[in-house]
C-alpha cells in the first residue's frame, strides 16, 4: 500500500499532452502512450507541479461526493500504477 506521507514527481520522461477533454501520458523513454481522463490528467498536472498526496486528494475531493477514503484509495491505486510503469517517482517527506 502507498503511504500517503509520500511526495510524487512524473518521471523525467512523462509527458502530459493534449487538451483537457482528450489527454495523453506520453512514455517517452519506451515510446508509449497513456490515455487520461479528466480526472487523471488533473492528477497528473498536480504531481507534476508538486502537489503532495494529501493536497491532490483535497482538490479531487471537492469534485466529487464519495467518501474521502474511497477517493484516497483510488488515487493510490492509480499513483501506484504510475510508477509501475516507471512514470512517477515516490520521495519521502
Not at 4 to 24: F, N, P, Q
Not at 53 to 81: C, G, H, M, N, W
Request: with cysteine.
Amino acid at each position: 500500500m502507498v503511504h500517503r506521507e509520500r511526495m510524487y514527481r512524473l518521471s523525467k520522461t512523462a509527458r502530459i499532452a493534449g487538451s483537457s477533454d482528450s489527454s495523453v501520458l506520453l512514455d517517452t523513454k519506451r515510446g508509449r502512450f497513456y490515455s487520461l481522463s479528466p480526472t487523471a490528467r488533473q492528477i497528473c498536472e498536480r504531481i507534476a507541479d508538486g502537489a503532495s498526496f494529501q493536497v491532490t486528494l483535497d482538490v479531487i475531493q471537492k469534485q466529487y461526493t464519495a467518501p474521502r477514503e474511497r477517493i484516497a484509495s483510488d488515487l493510490e491505486e492509480f499513483l501506484s500504477v504510475l510508477t509501475r510503469l516507471g512514470l512517477c517517482h515516490v520521495n519521502e517527506i
